[in-house]
Nanobody, 122 residues
Framework: QVQLHESGGGSVRAGGSLSISCQAS????????MGWFRQAPGKEREWVAV???????FYIDSVKGRFTISRDNEIDEVYLQMNSLKPEDTAMYYC????????????????WGQGTQVTVSS
């Protein structure tokens, strides 16, 4: 079983930056891909960014060039640096871990954190 705990987040004005972190523990299997989903009020949860254990990264189009995902395998942490934030980035951000990139993005079999709120005001 994989446990995930997010930290960071908060409120910022449009154009600002925030960073969120996720500490993983438990089984190493099931953490090959780690990353972030988000869910805004009234909307479905969507994957935002994912990074493989070897450092390969994927982003949804709406955050490319603004968000950067990274991970430190030595201390089992994954990070999301969010720059040039927009009001539409406002959401609860969830750390997730999974096996394949395909399954991760589809939310199949992922382990989940409790979420951390990111609010961007205009």
């Amino acid at each position: 079983q994989v446990q995930l705990h997010e930290s960071g987040g908060g409120s910022v004005r449009a154009g600002g930056s925030l960073s969120i972190s996720c500490q993983a523990s438990g089984y190493a299997y099931g953490r090959e891909h780690m990353g972030w989903f988000r869910q805004a009020p009234g909307k479905e949860r969507e994957w935002v960014a994912v990074i493989s254990s070897r450092g390969m990264t994927f982003y949804i189009d709406s955050v490319k060039g603004r968000f950067t995902i990274s991970r430190d395998n030595e201390i089992d942490e994954v990070y999301l640096q969010m720059n040039s934030l927009k009001p539409e980035d406002t959401a609860m951000y969830y750390c997730a871990a999974g096996t394949s990139a395909y399954n991760f993005k589809a939310g199949i079999g992922n382990s989940w954190g409790q979420g951390t709120q990111v609010t961007v005001s205009s």
